[in-house]
């Protein structure tokens, strides 16, 4: 047995199923042994597009993904998708392969410090060595599943990979649920606090989902009365459609008009794995400092955004479940501000009342997708448009960059978790200048015969950019840029394409693509300038 054997089944042996990425010849060795065992090898056409496939299956398996990265450019493509892991916190573990350091002294074709290229965008940078192989691999997969997860990079030098290994792989480690907080005086005056509370609300986040804290967000915000506010990546805590359920907050100036009021009304704010990285500025230090605001987090907060009155530490789960012990006395929001509120979003947020525009293709999207559909969102103006239309059932339905906002994310994303889940329909949205990133992988797409329905919003303009570019009163400069012929790319290119200029179209497309094996364009042509005043 090889030492990328070992590497590999001890990978497997952790529940991972699939790699992506592109071989080079110092990856050889690793990639032969992920296939021998039972980890499926899928190669992209570039490393940017492999991490988030392997994104997408962490999503839909909870697994952690694995992308293999070649000596240097392998690893310098892959930069931009470790980092995206790094800031969602996605357990990613990264194999690169490398010379030895003996080597690298006088040898330096393609060769650079990986470790200190990665170092300051993974929770961990290890260097593979036979006589530790076991123990490195383990710290790894602890290291990247555990706190908040995040993305860890073992280099393996290629005669370490060919090598005999020196030990047979050990059991993986257990990675066991966050300690329940303490009881103790923080505890018992957060109870309080809720007890007296007139006006409570919750604000949930990331960390919530990565504890699997859905029902319980849900049991708690009924029992407190709340109205609960999430961000992008927390969309789906609790059913949208529910009354309770006030919808995403982050990036919108728009529909922060309507939530920021609600949350300065609040007496009681009960902030429950929610990380700031996802918000805009204006949701720096959004209440006073003195405001009654209990955190429940499994990390310390070293973000600044804004102050808290009580921190509880440990699982999410079992701090709610402690904090709901104690409810308020009487009925809560008298006035009836968070229905109100809902109201108001629904209303700032529906379709275009001439009948076609984003919004309306949004609508209409959701209309005609199956409820347990997972959507993919690029990152855009678009991006915030489907993050306020888009109702989530269940979280991680909607799949985002969201604290990186980087482009060319969605159909890696679909694509992975489609892969993994393959009964389970799967969207990919993106604009026109996020797709033609990653238009190599269609191929991908349609090598794996993946029914991949891709709604690409034709504009013709890196449209945010714009907005903000022409609210700044500067000239346009670098936004715009001409027509592609999507549906005839993509018939070019192995799938189905189609332009979509109703929502009648779009939703009959829809139903079509999710059946047909392999990927399909639905070119829905919307004009320049169509976000304005929607987002």
Known sequence: MRNADLIAQKLAAFGATHAFGIPGGETLALVDALTRAGIAFHLTKHENVAGFMAEGVWHATGAPGILVATVGPGVANAVNVIANAHQERVPLVVLTGCVEGWEADTYTHQVFDHAAVLRPVVKATFRAAPQSLNRVVDKALCLAMTGQPGPVHIDVPVPVAEGD????????????????????????????????????????????????????????????????????KGKGLIDEDGPQALGGAGLSPLADRHLLPLVARADCIVLVGYDPIEMRMPWRDPWPDDARVIELTPVVRQHGMHGVGITLYGSIRHGLALLAERTPSGPTWPQGEPAATRAALAEAFGPEPEGWGPAA?????????????????????????????????????????????????????????????????????????????????????????????????????????????????????????????????????????????????????ITEALDRPTFTLLAVRIGRRAYDGKI
């Open 165 to 232: 290994a020196e030990n047979s792989p050990t059991a993986p480690p257990g990675v066991g649920g966050r300690a329940q907080p303490v009881a103790g005086p923080e505890l018992a005056r957060a109870r309080e606090w809720i007890a007296g509370a007139q006006r409570p609300l919750v604000i949930a986040g990331l960390d919530a989902v990565n504890d699997e804290a859905a029902d319980a967000v849900a049991a708690f915000v009924r029992s407190i009365g709340a109205p609960l506010v999430t961000t992008y």
């Open 361 to 509: 293709a949004f609508h209409a999207l959701r209309q005609a997708a199956p409820r347990d559909a997972v959507v993919s969102a690029d990152s855009g103006a678009h991006r915030i448009l489907i993050s306020q239309v888009w109702r989530c059932h269940a979280p991680r339905t909607l799949l985002q960059s969201t604290a990186l906002c980087t482009m060319g994310a969605a159909v890696g994303l679909a694509a992975g978790h489609k892969l993994a889940a393959p009964s389970t329909p799967a969207i990919a949205v993106c604009g026109d200048g996020g797709l033609e990133m990653i238009l190599g992988d269609l191929a991908t797409v349609r090598d794996l015969s993946l029914a991949l329905p891709i709604v690409v919003l034709v504009d013709e303009s890196l449209s945010l950019i714009e907005m903000k570019q022409r609210a700044s009163q500067l000239a346009n400069a670098g936004v715009d840029f001409a027509g592609t012929d999507f549906p005839a790319l993509a018939e070019a290119m192995g799938g189905h394409g189609v332009w979509v200029d109703d929502a009648e179209t779009l939703r009959r497309e």
